[in-house]
């Protein structure tokens, strides 16, 4: 696989820092019973990155000495880890907000079969993939037999209440096929809502787009096809300004599957690791921190680290993991 950093490092995308931290995003490890084309974190079957019982518990104990108010959980497939049920009942029994970043098919894998009745008598938030509502166009980009899976899963969770009781929310990310940016959120939403609502009888609360990141595969394709430095010109030509104080890494600390801290899930899977007080400015790359290491500090204000990707965060209507910004 083509790597993208060296192209990425180089960068004039503004200097940004921390605000309070809201959100634990935490990766449970690259296994996942897909490998989809646009994956950014290279995920597949065969990968053993998982994180054990003694990192879960330094989440945890990170968790309640900094009174996080949000745990997003992602991974690969988060649910393929074995202490994926436990971190998810004591997140709850703390009163912290779980979202679970499922693909869907997962949970009609064979021993994955309660996890959706467990999501929602824990009330996990649920945010799923789903980069169409055609059947050619899901295939194409997460694998064959995917998006009949995926309706199938989608239908267990609305089986449970997901999309239908206000506390039991299903989120659904659209991704754009090859390189052009999503589309406005607001107004492919709607489309989705009915497309699914009448094909499947299907309900949903909110869509989120999310721009690719020029990355791990997805990056790596671009390089391949010869499209890389054209679609680096498109996200710098639809820079907006406006995108930039709600960037996700303001609020958000990723953690890798080691415990090691990143400003956001792109950096982690770029081995970018967060700035906190390195100036990348200037070219130092910061050194590696785990979570065991912050439990005394405060982020706010401090560095975040960016790199020419950032710019897959500011361009059009912007992106994060709760879709676009504005
Ligand atoms: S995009 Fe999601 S479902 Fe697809 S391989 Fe990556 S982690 Fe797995
Ligand atoms: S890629 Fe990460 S660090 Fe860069 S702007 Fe987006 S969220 Fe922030």
């Not at 950093?5 to 605000?19: E, G, H, M, S, Y």
């Not at 393929?80 to 998810?88: H, Y």
């Not at 994955?112 to 166009?137: G, T």
């Not at 589309?183 to 721009?211: C, D, G, M, V």
Request: charged fraction near 20%; glycine fraction near 8%.
């Amino acid at each position: 696989m083509k790597n993208t950093f060296n192209l990425l490092k180089n960068t004039d995308f503004p200097a940004i820092k921390r605000t309070q931290l809201e959100t634990l995003q935490v990766n449970l490890g690259y296994l996942c019973n897909q490998q989809c084309l646009h994956c950014h974190v290279d995920a597949s079957p065969r990968r053993k990155e998982i994180m054990t019982a003694e990192t879960v518990a330094d989440v945890v104990n990170f968790l309640k000495q900094k009174n996080i108010k949000t745990l997003d959980l992602t991974g690969g497939a988060p649910e393929m880890n074995p202490e994926f049920c436990s971190l998810v009942k004591q997140a709850v029994d703390m009163g912290v907000h779980v979202i679970d970043r499922c693909n869907i098919t997962i949970l009609l894998e064979p021993g994955f079969e309660k996890i959706a009745a467990f999501l929602a008598e824990n009330k996990v938030e649920v945010v799923a993939s789903m980069p169409c509502y055609l059947r050619e166009n899901v295939d194409a980009q997460r694998g064959k037999g995917v998006f009949s899976n995926s309706i199938k899963g989608l239908q267990l969770l609305n089986h449970y209440g997901y999309g239908k009781e206000e506390a039991l929310q299903l989120n659904l990310v659209y991704n754009p096929q090859g390189i052009n940016l999503p589309p406005s959120q607001n107004e492919l939403e709607p489309a989705y809502k009915k497309e699914l609502q009448q094909r499947f009888a299907i309900s949903f609360n909110n869509l989120y787009t999310i721009t690719n990141m020029p990355i791990k595969r997805f990056g790596s394709t671009l390089l391949s096809k010869g499209l890389f430095d054209e679609y680096m010109q498109l996200l710098k030509t639809a820079y907006s300004k406006d995108n930039l104080s709600g960037v996700m890494c303001r609020s958000t600390l990723s953690v890798d599957w080691l415990g090691y801290v990143y400003d956001c899930d792109f950096n982690q899977m770029l081995g970018l690791s967060a700035g906190l007080n390195a100036d990348i400015t200037v070219g130092v790359l910061p050194a590696k921190t785990h979570i065991n290491d912050l439990l005394q500090s405060d982020l706010k204000g401090k560095d975040i680290a960016i790199m020419d990707h950032c710019y897959g965060c500011t361009a059009g209507f912007g992106s994060s993991c709760g879709g676009a910004l504005i």
